[in-house]
């Protein structure tokens, strides 16, 4: 089942800080983030597992609630090369490698 | 390394045409998948193989559509015959051991207008 991702959208200006939420209404095992710019494909930022939490890059980063089966993605402030369409993936408690994505979170940095 | 290759980038063909869409995957890498974007249904997956052995193709639409991945290096997506709505992005992923360290790598995708 598709995770749900929100806001579905979001503006920020240079500085300003954000937060992706994803959840899922399935036990996960893992939780994935992309980001893909326009015209791009997806590119991997960070995976966090079950019974941990990693973190990808100095001012993104994310948590994971098994418990809630949610996740979360802190872009911290954010530059302009911040800007584009941010997707979770979900891979099921199978651990079966398989993700799922949600529909996607535009994010648009303005100077 | 060169990353995931897909090719060709762009394809353009007429309803009922056969269409193969190609893949080659990260050496090494031991997962590869096929997702197909679009605007109103985002990201889809299609088939993935383990090994070169499909293991589930539960996200294939319709017996139009065909995958297969003769060896490690090549995968094959296949669509005999085209309709309009099969256009989108179609992106091949390659992962090491289901991407629980390293995620996905896409290719820079298919954009295919069926017309």
């Known amino acids: 089942q598709q995770p749900v991702q929100s806001p579905q959208a979001v503006i920020l200006r240079e500085g300003e800080d954000a937060v992706i939420n994803c959840s899922s209404s399935?036990?996960?095992?893992?939780v994935h983030w992309y980001r893909q710019k326009h015209g791009e494909a997806p590119v991997f930022l960070m995976i966090?597992?079950?019974?941990?939490e990693q973190k990808g890059h100095e001012k993104i980063s994310a948590s994971f609630n098994e418990k809630k089966q949610q996740s979360s993605l802190y872009l911290t402030a954010s530059q302009l090369s911040y800007s584009g369409t941010y997707f979770c993936?979900?891979?099921?408690?199978?651990?079966?490698?398989?993700?799922?994505f949600g529909q996607g979170t535009t994010l648009q940095v303005k100077p | 390394d060169a990353g995931v290759i897909q090719s060709p980038r762009h394809e353009v063909t007429e309803m009922g045409q056969e269409v193969t869409l190609r893949c080659k995957p990260i050496?090494?890498?031991?997962?590869l998948f096929w997702y197909r974007q679009t605007m109103m249904r985002g990201l889809e997956l299609l088939i993935y193989?383990?090994?070169?052995?499909?293991?589930?193709d539960s996200g294939m639409p319709e017996d139009r559509f065909s995958a297969k991945m003769p060896n490690a290096s090549f995968s094959t997506l296949k669509i005999q015959p085209s309709e309009p709505r099969d256009s989108a992005v179609y992106f091949c992923?390659?992962?090491?051991?289901?991407?629980?360290?390293?995620?996905?790598?896409f290719g820079s995708g298919t954009r295919l207008t069926v017309v």
């Open positions: 966090l597992l079950k019974g941990g």
């Open positions: 193989f383990n090994n070169n052995v499909p293991i589930d």
């Open positions: 050496s090494g890498h031991d997962y």
């Open positions: 993936g979900t891979d099921g408690s199978g651990n079966t490698g398989k993700l799922i």
């Open positions: 399935k036990a996960l095992y893992s």
């Open positions: 992923a390659s992962s090491l051991a289901g991407g629980q360290k390293y995620g996905y790598t």
